[in-house]
């Protein structure tokens, strides 16, 4: 029996971001499974090119990071998707799974962070990644990067879980259906003077930094100030996120097990 884990990212072209986000998760599977091989993939081709072209730096895709597998006599493949949906990338990771299972003992692939199954552990890592405290007049609004993918539905049915437990919570997209003029009538009908604003996001990459964050006039920050309210945009991702990196360690121990 030769195990092996691969670690499967969107990806992230900001090596900065990728360090902190995606290598923190990488990192905290490493230290759980000390004795298994663990393996990066990115699952975005665009990305993976772009990293390439700029830093001479090759990442496979899964269908390469499974043939090497192959090549190289493992057994037993267990694969951590680090994605929030189970969309188009996540269907990737499948796809290529399911090409292969003749090719190993067992192949199995964890959930992404949000699906049929989401709950009480989600809340919890959401809830400790970001600000709690805070006043009646004032919003947090999540910002995921949304997808045509029937799998969007999930950034809305996760609203309605976390507004059972915290107050003035917002999930928008960056793409598929933003709800972002949704979610601003919502926030002026409850008189809401401020939002605090937070990538939904595994990476604080190129999203968060301009489409989000940014003071451009076509950024998610600019939109809200835009309708009317003050607005504070943080620079983060779920991959920092203490709570966020044990569920997903804990997803991959399931898969396991």
Excluded: W
């Excluded at 796809?95 to 199995?108: L, R, S, V």
């Amino acid at each position: 029996m030769k195990k092996a884990i691969i670690i499967a990212s969107f990806g992230c072209s900001i090596k900065e971001s990728r360090q902190k986000y995606i290598e923190t998760i990488e990192n905290a599977v490493k230290n759980e499974f000390e004795n298994i091989d663990c393996f990066r993939v990115f699952t975005s081709e665009i990305i993976r090119k772009k990293i390439y072209r700029e830093e001479n730096i090759f990442i496979d895709n899964m269908e390469l990071a499974l043939k090497k597998l192959k090549d190289n006599n493992y057994t037993h493949v267990y694969i951590l998707s680090s994605h929030i949906i189970p969309g188009f990338e996540y269907e990737k990771i499948l796809n290529a799974a399911n090409e292969c299972k003749n090719n190993f003992e067992e192949i199995k692939v964890t959930r992404t962070f949000l699906d049929d199954e989401m709950g009480e552990k989600e809340i919890l890592a959401v809830k400790s990644y970001i600000k709690t405290d805070i006043h009646s007049d004032e919003a947090i609004v999540l910002v995921g990067h949304g997808s045509d993918h029937i799998s969007h539905k999930y950034y809305k049915n996760f609203e309605n879980l976390l507004n059972k437990d915290i107050e003035n919570i917002f999930i928008i997209n960056v793409e598929g259906d933003t709800y972002m003029d949704e979610a601003a009538n919502s926030l002026k009908e409850k008189k809401i003077k401020k939002v605090y604003i937070y990538p939904f996001m595994v990476v604080a990459g190129d999203h968060a930094l301009n489409d989000i964050a940014s003071d451009e006039d076509d950024s998610i920050k600019s939109y809200f100030i835009k309708n009317g309210f003050e607005a504070e945009a943080f620079i983060t991702g779920l991959g920092n996120n203490k709570n966020t990196v044990e569920l997903f360690v804990e997803r991959l121990n399931d898969c396991m097990n």
